[in-house]
């Protein structure tokens, strides 16, 4: 996907800061592509949350997906962070559908499977968890634990 919107020489940083894994093996990269004015990476600086790139490639990549469940599937309560998403809805039985071709799209169009173990519908009463945290609707209100 990146390919055809970047130039070979922007697709060249790209793939070099993936597959960079140490803070001296980044600058030496960036240092590369000075006329860019790419910050240098400080250690212990941000976030400790694996490559830098992870999060922006992860919504660049799924973009299309997240609209998909907005516009056409008419999701309104969607959530998503990387790979993991919550959808609120009102009715199961429209999620169910849902699920059905929002597993079929992810396998089909983005050649990912969802991780059955997690992937449930849900009561919001009996709470749920999302990104370490336990959400519970509770007397109209959302508690997080």
């Given at each position: 996907m990146l390919r055809k919107k970047l130039t070979d020489e922007e697709m060249k940083i790209v793939e070099e800061i993936i597959d960079s894994t140490n803070e001296e093996y980044?600058?030496?990269?960036?240092?590369?592509?000075?006329?860019?004015?790419?910050?240098?990476?400080?250690?212990?600086?941000?976030?400790?949350?694996?490559?830098?790139?992870?999060?922006?490639?992860?919504?660049?990549?799924?973009?299309?997906?997240?609209?998909?469940?907005?516009?056409?599937?008419?999701?309104?309560?969607?959530?998503?962070?990387?790979?993991?998403?919550?959808?609120?809805?009102?009715?199961?039985?429209?999620?169910?559908?849902?699920?059905?071709?929002?597993?079929?799209?992810?396998?089909?169009?983005?050649?990912l499977q969802v991780n059955e173990n997690k992937t449930k519908i849900i009561n919001a009463q009996e709470g749920f968890i999302f990104l370490g945290y336990k959400f519970i609707l509770k007397n109209k209100k959302t508690i997080m634990i």
């Open positions: 980044i600058n030496q990269v960036l240092d590369k592509y000075v006329k860019y004015n790419i910050p240098r990476y400080e250690k212990k600086k941000g976030l400790p949350i694996g490559n830098l790139t992870s999060q922006f490639l992860s919504i660049y990549y799924l973009n299309k997906l997240d609209h998909f469940i907005v516009h056409d599937l008419h999701l309104k309560y969607y959530v998503r962070y990387m790979d993991d998403f919550v959808i609120l809805h009102e009715d199961k039985q429209y999620l169910k559908q849902c699920l059905k071709i929002i597993i079929e799209k992810l396998e089909k169009e983005y050649l």
